[in-house]
């Protein structure tokens, strides 16, 4: 069974950094296209970073600059860097695979982790 | 920049049939992927590639697309339907894009 967990979220304050982690069972990230999507509260779905299995990356225009998204064979696990946060930020962050085509479905998700950041 | 346009609700009463547009510039070329989500819940893919529906999707669910429009189509709707639901494209120039998203109310 394919499971995604992500940990990582808590409250933070603006300026600061926080590494969000997705820890993968039943696949392989690094066989994946691994994205983070976040949905920020009461607003709709909104596609973060993607890296690929060949290892390129791509951010939102957002977020550009300031996140940056990496994995760990090893461990199976999709990290998320995030610095210079921005009340902006405050999101739910959902890790979520999508098989080997960029034109694919995101066909997993994790449960998300919770992002605020507030002073 | 690649923009999907969703209604931002649907109303219908049970067993009728729900339909919820995704509009986009020559998304007919695209592929298009449909996602439901309830409240405090990941995420669901509920249609891929336009027409598609994974394992544990129910046949009522399913979708078209052409021209500027893709549609999700939801026959014989059941108060569990009740839900979120998002399309989704890949665009070369604005990579993955998200609609604004359509509350289906079941009345």
């Known amino acids: ?119 | 920049s690649y923009v999907l346009t969703q209604p931002p609700s649907v109303s219908v009463a049970p067993g009728k049939t729900a339909r919820i547009t995704c509009g986009g510039n020559n998304i007919g070329s695209k592929s298009v992927h449909w996602y439901q989500q309830k409240p405090g819940q990941a995420p669901v893919l509920v249609i891929y590639y336009d027409s598609d529906r994974p394992s544990g999707i129910p046949e009522r669910f399913s979708g078209s697309n052409s021209g500027n429009t893709a549609t999700l189509t939801i026959s014989r709707v059941e108060a569990g339907d009740e839900a979120d639901y998002y399309c989704q494209v890949w665009d070369s120039s604005s990579d993955h894009v998200f609609g604004g998203g359509t509350k289906l109310t079941v009345l």
């Open chain 1, 1 to 119: 069974e394919v499971q995604l967990v992500e940990s990582g979220g808590g409250l933070i304050q603006p300026g600061g950094s926080l590494r969000l982690s997705c820890a993968a069972s039943g696949f392989t990230v690094s066989s994946n296209y691994m994205s983070w999507v976040r949905q920020a509260p009461g607003k709709g779905l909104e596609w973060v970073s993607v890296i690929y299995s060949g290892g390129s990356t791509y951010y939102a225009d957002s977020v550009k600059g300031r996140f940056t998204i990496s994995r760990d064979n090893s461990k199976n696990t999709l990290y998320l860097q995030m610095n210079s946060l921005r009340a902006e930020d405050t999101a739910v962050y959902y890790c979520a695979s999508q098989g080997g085509a960029s034109s694919g479905p995101y066909d997993y998700w994790g449960q998300g982790t919770l992002v605020t950041v507030s002073s």
